[in-house]
C-alpha cells in the first residue's frame, strides 16, 4: 500500500494517445500495469564502476534537486554484465493505464509493400550441433542448465517503420510488456531501436510490494483448440521442462529472498500463453524489508536478478561461459532487460526477449531455448523458430 506522498497523480492521458505519439528517439513500455511513455533527455545515466541501480539513484536525486517533479530512469541494459546500456531521465513522462485489448483492427499499419531478405546466423543446422555442444557440456558435469540462442538478420527493401512495427506489437498482444528504446550507438549510421513484446517480468515494485514472474519450458501454440490444452497438459507433465523451469523460479526466489521479508514462491507452475507460445510460469510475490532502502529500488532488484537462468543458465558462470563457447553472435541488448524506475524505486522491468534492434533497413533479432539433459536438438530448434513468430509477424515477414 502506498503511502498519500507515494501515490502517483491519475493518468490524464488515454494508452492508445500514448501508443499514438511514439516516435523513433522517444521510450515507449507497457504492461498489464499501465503505459509510459518518455521523451527528451534530462540527464543520461553513465557509470565507471559500481551497478548501474547506484549510477541511476544519483541521477535521479540529482534531478530531483533541480526540481524535477516525479523523475524517473527509463531505457534497457544488454544481456553481458558489461553491456551497452541506455538509460535516461526523460524531460517528458507521460503515463496511462495499459493498452486496451479488442481493439478492431481497422487502421493497423501494415508492411504489406515490403519485401524481406532473410539470413540466420547461426544456420539451423549449426544451432542444433551448438545444442548437441550444450548437452556434452551438461552431461560433463557442472552445468545444468544453458539458455542457446539465434539470430535472424533482416533486410527490408525500405525503412523500417518502427511506430508502426510498435502499434503491431501492442495489438497483437496487448498483455505483453511492448517497449522501443532508442539504443544507438556511436557509428550507427541511423536510429538503432530495440522494440519488442516480452511475456516476461523480471521484477516489478510498487511500494513494498515486489513481484518476479519468471518463465521457462515452452510449446508453441497451434491453431487448433484441442491440440493447444493437449500441449498444456503436456507442458505441465514434462519432466524435463519442470527441471528447466525448477532452475529459474529456485534462482528467482533465492536472489527475492535477500530483499524481501516474506515472499511467496508458489510450488508449482501454471501455464501462461502469449498469441505464439506457452510457458510455465511462476509468479513470485514478496514485501520488501526496507522499501525505503535504495539497495530495494526496482532496478536494483532487477540487477541482482539479472541474468535469471531463464535467458542464461545455471550456475551462472559455466552457463555464460558455454554461450560465449557456442553462440557465434554477441546477443546486443536481447535477453537482457528494459524498464522504468521512479525516484522512490517503484518501477518495473521486463526481460528483452521476443524483441529485435531495428536500424533503418536492417532487423536484427535472436530467440532462444532452454538446454537440460534430456533436451532434444530438433525440438529447441523448432522452439526457436517458434518465438521468432512474434517479431516476425509484426513485421508482416510472415503470414499468421
Ligand atoms: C530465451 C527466450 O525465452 C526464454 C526461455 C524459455 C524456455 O526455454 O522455455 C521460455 C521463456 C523465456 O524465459 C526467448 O524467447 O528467446
Known amino acids: 500500500m502506498s503511502s498519500p506522498a507515494l501515490a502517483r497523480p491519475t493518468p490524464v492521458h488515454r494508452a492508445a494517445d500514448l ?38 539513484a544519483g541521477a535521479l536525486d540529482a534531478a530531483a534537486a533541480l526540481g524535477v517533479a516525479e523523475p524517473v530512469v527509463a531505457g534497457a541494459i544488454g544481456f553481458l554484465p558489461d553491456a551497452e546500456a541506455s538509460l535516461v531521465i526523460p524531460a517528458v513522462v507521460r503515463r496511462a493505464g495499459a493498452p486496451e485489448r479488442g481493439t478492431p483492427d481497422e487502421g493497423l499499419p501494415g508492411f504489406g509493400t515490403t519485401s524481406w531478405s532473410v539470413t540466420p546466423r547461426p544456420e539451423p543446422r549449426a544451432y542444433a550441433d551448438g545444442v548437441r555442444g550444450a548437452l556434452e557440456l551438461i552431461g560433463a558435469g557442472g552445468l545444468d542448465k544453458v539458455v542457446l540462442a539465434r539470430g535472424l538478420e533482416l533486410t527490408a527493401d525500405a525503412p523500417v517503420p518502427v511506430p508502426a512495427l510498435l502499434a503491431r506489437l501492442v ?11 532508442d539504443v544507438t550507438a556511436p557509428g550507427d549510421p ?34 487448433d483448440e484441442a491440440e493447444n490444452r493437449r500441449r498444456i497438459a503436456a507442458l505441465l507433465a514434462s519432466a524435463k521442462d519442470r527441471r528447466e523451469h525448477a532452475h529459474v523460479s529456485a534462482q528467482v526466489g533465492d536472489v527475492l529472498s535477500r530483499f524481501c521479508a516474506e515472499l511467496d514462491v508458489p510450488a508449482e507452475p ?41 535467458v542464461c543458465g545455471t550456475p551462472t558462470a559455466p552457463a555464460y561461459a ?33 524483441s529485435a534492434e531495428v536500424c533503418d533497413r536492417t532487423v536484427r533479432l535472436f530467440a532462444g531455448a532452454g538446454i537440460v ?23 508482416g515477414v510472415e503470414a499468421s
Open 270 to 310: 501454471e501455464v501462461i500463453g502469449t498469441p505464439t507460445m506457452w510457458h510455465l510460469s511462476s509468479r513470485i510475490t514478496g514485501r520488501l524489508a526496507d522499501p525505503a532502502d535504495p539497495g530495494s529500488s526496482s532496478l536494483a532488484l532487477a540487477e541482482a536478478l539479472h541474468p535469471t537462468p531463464a
Open 190 to 223: 541511423a536510429t538503432r531501436t530495440l522494440a519488442g513484446a516480452s511475456p516476461e517480468l523480471l521484477v516489478s515494485r510498487r511500494g513494498g510490494t515486489v513481484v518476479a514472474n519468471p518463465l521457462a519450458g515452452s510449446l508453441p501454440r497451434s491453431a
Open 322 to 354: 558455454a554461450i560465449a563457447e557456442l553462440e557465434p553472435a554477441d546477443r546486443g541488448y536481447y535477453a537482457g532487460l528494459v524498464g522504468w524506475s521512479d525516484v522512490d524505486g517503484d518501477g518495473e522491468w521486463a526481460v528483452t526477449i521476443r
Open 373 to 395: 539433459a534430456g533436451s532434444d536438438p530438433e525440438a529447441e530448434l523448432a522452439e526457436t523458430s517458434a518465438k521468432f513468430r512474434t517479431m516476425l509477424r509484426a513485421l
Open 171 to 181: 495489438r497483437a498482444d496487448p498483455g505483453a510488456y511492448a517497449f522501443a528504446v
Open 19 to 56: 501508443l499514438a505519439a511514439y516516435l523513433p528517439g522517444s521510450f515507449y513500455f507497457s504492461s498489464p500495469r499501465g503505459s509510459l511513455l518518455a521523451d527528451g533527455v534530462r540527464a543520461s545515466v553513465r557509470r565507471e564502476r559500481g551497478s548501474w541501480a547506484d549510477a541511476a
